[in-house]
C-alpha cells in the first residue's frame, strides 16, 4: 500500500515534468498533464501492465492518449516507468530531431501506441485494438489457455475528442460489440482553446454513452481512491466499454491559472511556474526535479509488473507447447507472413459489401461475444472505419481491409494519411471509380479523388484496368506491410484487355507498362491510361 504523501509527491513531480518541458520549449499544452496527473499516476502503478525492457510484450495493456496535445504527460510516464525515454528526451520536447514530439507519434519513442495528433483518432484507435485483442484471444486461446488479446486497452480522452465525430462513431461500434475489454478516463476539465466548454458544447457525456451501451462512472479526478475504485469497476465489467468521466481542474495547482483557457495551450510563464511549483511543495530552483522516493515507487511498479510479465512469459511456453500448430501460426502472422490461405485477413465495408463485393461467404462475421470470424459489419461509419482499422494494425497479427465507393474517400481520409505516417499495413477497397455513377449525380462521382489519394505521401494507389491486374494488385497489396495500399476498382464489368504480351509479376511491378504498339514508325500519339479506360485506349 503507497502512503498518501508519496503518491502526492509522484503526482506532483509529473505535473512539474510536463510543465519544465511545456516552459522549455516554450510551446505545448501543460494544462491537461497537470490535471490528470493524479488519475495518470494511480492508471499506471497500480493497473496498467507493461514491461519497459520489453515494450511491444503482445499481452500488455494498451494504453493510448488520445488527448495527445498533453504528450508532455506520456513522456513524463514513460520516463519515470523505466522506458527508453531519457531526462534528455523531456528537455528536448518539441525540438527539431526529438523523440519526443509536440504529439506523441507512434515509432519515435518506445510505449507511444499510435500517433495521436488530430483529436478523436486516438479514441477511435483504441476501439480498434480492443477489437483486435478480442480476435486474437478467439483465434489462439485453446483449452484454458488464455494468454493472447487477455488485456485491456486503457486510455485519456478529452473534451475535445469526444466533439470530434470519429469518437462518436467509433464508441457507437464498440458499445455495439460489447467492448468490455476498454476503459476509458474521460478528462473533464470543461476548458478549451477558446475557453470554457460551455460555449459551444453542453451535452450530457456520460448519458451519451450510456445509449451507446457503455459503462459509465463519474469521479472527481484529483481523489486517487475513487479513481482506483472506478478503474476497478471498469475492469469488472467485462460485457461493455467502460467511460469514467473524471473532474479535474486543468493546470492544477498554478495559482493564476489554473481553470483557465491560458493553462490549455501555452507556457504556464517563468514566474507563474515558480508560483505553482511554491504551491504544491516543490523545489523552485530545480527544474526537471524527480525525488528519489518517486524513483523508488515507480521502481518497485516496474517490478511487480515485470513479474506479471515473466508469469505470463511460462504460461505462453505452456500454451506452445500444448498448441504447436497455433503457435506457429501466431508467430508467423506476428512476423507478417502471407499464409497462402490468409487467415489473419479480415475487414469489410461500410454498409456496402453487396456493392464492393467484399463479403466473405464462407466465414461468419464480428459480433458481441464473436470474434472469430472473418467480415466486419462497420456500419455507415467511413471516419470510424479507417480509425480502427489503423487500431487493428497497430495491434498486430492482422491484416486488415476496409471497402467503400471511391467517393467517399472524402468521408476517411483523416485515417488514411495517418497510416501513411505510421507506415501501417492497412488495404482499401474502393469501388465505382467510374464514369458509370453518373446517373447517382455528382455527389457520388469520384471527379478529384484519385489526385487526392496520390498526394498523400507513402500511399500506393493501384487502379486496375481488368482481372489479371485487379489479381496482381491484389497481390501487391497483400505483400506490402509497411505501408497502407489503395485498390481504386470499377462499377462495372470489364472485359480482359487485349495486350501485345502477356502481364507479368515484372512489368506491373513497374507502375507502367506497354500494352499495345503500332508497328513499324514511331507512333504520333501516345495515349497512357489506368483502370477502366486502358480497354478503351487499347
Given at each position: 500500500m503507497l502512503d498518501t504523501q508519496t503518491m502526492t509527491l509522484a503526482a506532483n513531480t509529473?505535473?512539474?515534468?510536463?510543465?519544465?518541458g511545456v516552459q522549455k520549449a516554450n510551446s505545448g499544452h501543460p494544462g491537461m498533464p497537470m490535471g490528470m496527473a493524479d488519475a495518470?499516476?494511480?492508471?499506471?502503478?497500480?493497473?496498467?501492465?507493461?514491461d519497459p525492457q520489453d515494450p511491444d510484450w503482445p499481452n500488455r495493456d494498451r494504453f493510448v492518449l488520445s488527448a495527445g496535445h498533453g504528450s508532455m504527460l506520456l513522456y513524463s510516464m514513460l520516463h519515470l516507468s523505466g522506458y527508453d525515454c531519457t531526462l534528455d528526451d523531456l528537455k528536448s520536447f518539441r525540438q527539431?530531431?526529438?523523440?519526443?514530439?509536440?504529439?506523441?507519434?507512434?515509432?519515435?519513442?518506445?510505449?507511444?501506441?499510435?500517433?495521436?495528433?488530430?483529436?478523436?483518432?486516438?479514441?477511435?484507435?483504441?476501439?480498434?485494438?480492443?477489437?483486435?485483442?478480442?480476435?486474437?484471444?478467439?483465434?489462439?486461446?485453446?483449452?484454458?489457455?488464455?494468454?493472447l488479446g487477455t488485456h485491456f486497452v486503457y486510455g485519456i480522452v478529452s473534451d475535445g475528442d469526444l466533439m470530434e465525430g470519429v469518437s462518436a462513431e467509433a464508441a457507437s461500434l464498440a458499445g455495439h460489440l460489447g467492448l468490455g475489454n476498454i476503459v476509458y478516463l474521460y478528462d473533464s476539465n470543461r476548458i478549451t482553446i477558446e475557453g470554457s466548454t460551455d460555449l459551444a458544447f453542453s451535452e450530457d457525456v456520460a448519458k451519451r454513452f450510456d445509449a451507446y451501451g457503455w459503462h459509465t462512472l463519474t469521479v472527481d479526478g484529483h481523489d486517487r481512491a475513487a479513481v482506483e475504485a472506478a478503474i476497478a469497476a471498469g475492469c469488472a465489467e467485462t460485457t461493455r466499454p467502460t467511460l469514467i468521466v473524471t473532474r479535474t481542474h486543468i493546470g492544477f495547482g498554478a495559482p493564476k491559472k489554473q481553470d483557465s483557457a491560458e493553462a490549455h495551450g501555452a507556457p504556464l510563464g517563468k514566474d507563474e511556474l515558480k508560483a505553482t511549483k511554491?504551491?504544491?511543495?516543490m523545489p523552485e530552483d530545480k527544474?526537471?526535479?524527480?525525488?528519489?522516493?518517486?524513483?523508488?515507487?515507480?521502481?518497485?511498479?516496474?517490478e511487480e509488473v515485470k513479474k506479471e510479465h515473466q508469469s505470463w512469459k511460462a504460461r505462453f511456453a505452456v500454451w506452445q507447447q500444448s498448441q504447436p500448430a497455433l503457435a506457429r501460426r501466431y508467430e508467423a502472422a506476428r512476423k507478417g507472413e502471407i499464409d497462402q490461405l490468409l487467415p489473419e485477413f479480415v475487414g469489410g465495408s461500410a454498409d456496402l459489401h453487396p456493392s464492393t463485393s467484399t463479403y466473405m461467404p464462407a466465414y461468419p462475421p464480428i459480433a458481441s461475444g464473436k470474434f472469430e470470424g472473418r467480415n466486419f459489419h462497420f456500419g455507415i461509419r467511413e471516419h470510424g472505419m479507417g480509425?480502427?482499422?489503423n487500431g487493428m494494425a497497430l495491434y498486430g497479427g492482422l491484416v486488415p481491409f476496409g471497402a467503400t465507393f471511391f467517393v467517399f474517400t472524402d468521408y476517411m481520409r483523416p485515417p488514411i494519411r495517418l497510416a501513411s505516417i505510421m507506415n501501417l499495413g492497412?488495404?482499401?477497397?474502393?469501388t465505382h471509380d467510374s464514369i458509370f455513377v453518373g446517373e447517382d449525380g455528382p455527389t457520388h462521382q469520384p471527379i478529384e479523388h484519385l489526385a487526392a489519394l496520390r498526394a498523400i505521401p507513402g500511399m500506393v494507389v493501384i487502379r486496375p484496368a481488368d482481372g489479371p491486374e485487379t489479381a496482381m494488385a491484389w497481390a501487391a497489396a497483400l505483400e506490402r506491410r509497411q505501408g497502407p495500399t489503395a485498390l481504386i476498382l470499377t462499377r462495372q464489368k470489364?472485359?480482359?484487355?487485349?495486350?501485345?504480351a502477356p502481364l507479368t509479376a515484372e512489368s506491373f511491378a513497374s507502375g507502367a507498362y506497354v500494352a499495345t504498339k503500332e508497328s513499324g514508325k514511331a507512333p504520333d500519339v501516345v495515349l497512357v491510361a489506368t483502370g477502366s479506360e486502358v480497354g478503351v485506349a487499347a
Open positions: 509529473i505535473r512539474m515534468l510536463a510543465a519544465d495518470a499516476l494511480v492508471l499506471w502503478t497500480k493497473f496498467l501492465r507493461f527539431w530531431g526529438s523523440r519526443t514530439p509536440g504529439h506523441p507519434e507512434h515509432g519515435h519513442l518506445p510505449g507511444v501506441e499510435t500517433t495521436t495528433g488530430p483529436l478523436g483518432q486516438g479514441f477511435a484507435n483504441g476501439v480498434g485494438m480492443a477489437i483486435a485483442a478480442k480476435m486474437t484471444a478467439a483465434r489462439y486461446n485453446r483449452d484454458g489457455h488464455d494468454v511554491r504551491a504544491l511543495g527544474d526537471f526535479y524527480v525525488p528519489d522516493e518517486v524513483r523508488q515507487l515507480f521502481a518497485a511498479r516496474v480509425s480502427v482499422l492497412v488495404i482499401y477497397v474502393f470489364l472485359e480482359p484487355v487485349e495486350r501485345a
